[in-house]
T-cell receptor, first 113, second 113 residues
Framework: AQSVTQLGSHVSVSEGALVLLRCNYS??????LFWYVQYPNQGLQLLLK??????LVKGINGFEAEFKKSETSFHLTKPSAHMSDAAEYFC???????????FGSGTRLSIRP | EADIYQTPRYLVIGTGKKITLECSQT?????MYWYQQDPGMELHLIHY???????EKGDLSSESTVSRIRTEHFPLTLESARPSHTSQYLC????????????FGPGTRLLVL
């Protein structure tokens, strides 16, 4: 069975600081990995996804994530946080394009002025 | 921007009432999904559909039912609402050949008194 663990339900950083949101997964087959963002009172929006190929994936709004098979991780980073990045971030995994997506419990990102 | 709509956005209702949460998408997507999300928790898939007249139960058992009579419409019904049904319900859709990229609606926050 597949699962996703997001370390830290709440992360707070200062504006301009590095953002690092951690995600570890378990999968019996090569996974498809995703990061979604949920702004207040809105639905989820795809930030980026890894399927095959290059392990460093760039997404929208300056975010990127690196698939590290040896560490079973897919951490999300952004070099410089902006106030507008405050939101809930969900890591997710699926076995293939034909499989259901399993979501993590989410990490709430707060940005301090 | 995703064209997937949910109504109502907020609903407060008494125990025993029948409710229908509406979800519509104008993207011509084959697959549609319903997720249940409690505050600070992961999304749980409760229903999905591959296309018209196709409905399947998700990973989380739910007393709700769904129907898919038209491609663009995927309503969720609770015959008799209970306080335990209080949650946020998120609808999503995807193309069948690219179903890992799911587009989400804004959600319906349901409170059953």
């Amino acid at each position: 069975a597949q699962s996703v663990t997001q370390l830290g339900s709440h992360v707070s950083v200062s504006e301009g600081a590095l953002v690092l949101l951690r995600c570890n997964y378990s999968s019996s087959v090569p996974p498809y990995l995703f990061w979604y963002v949920q702004y207040p009172n809105q639905g989820l929006q795809l930030l980026l996804k890894y399927t095959t190929g290059a392990t460093l994936v760039k997404g929208i709004n300056g975010f990127e994530a690196e698939f590290k098979k040896s560490e079973t991780s897919f951490h999300l980073t952004k070099p410089s946080a902006h106030m507008s990045d405050a939101a809930e971030y969900f890591c997710a995994v699926s076995k293939s394009s034909a499989s259901k997506i399993i979501f993590g419990s989410g990490t709430r990102l707060s940005i301090r002025p | 921007e995703a064209d997937i709509y949910q109504t109502p956005r907020y609903l407060v209702i008494g125990t025993g009432k029948k409710i229908t949460l509406e979800c519509s998408q104008t993207m011509g997507h084959d697959k549609m999904y319903w997720y249940q999300q409690d505050p600070g928790m992961e999304l749980h898939l409760i229903h999905y559909s591959y296309g018209v007249n196709s409905t399947e139960k998700g990973d989380l058992s739910s007393e709700s039912t769904v129907s898919r009579i038209r491609t663009e419409h995927f309503p969720l019904t609770l015959e008799s609402a209970r306080p335990s049904h209080t949650s946020q319900y998120l609808c999503a859709s995807s193309l069948h050949r690219d179903q890992e990229t799911q587009y989400f609606g804004p959600g319906t926050r349901l409170l059953v008194l």
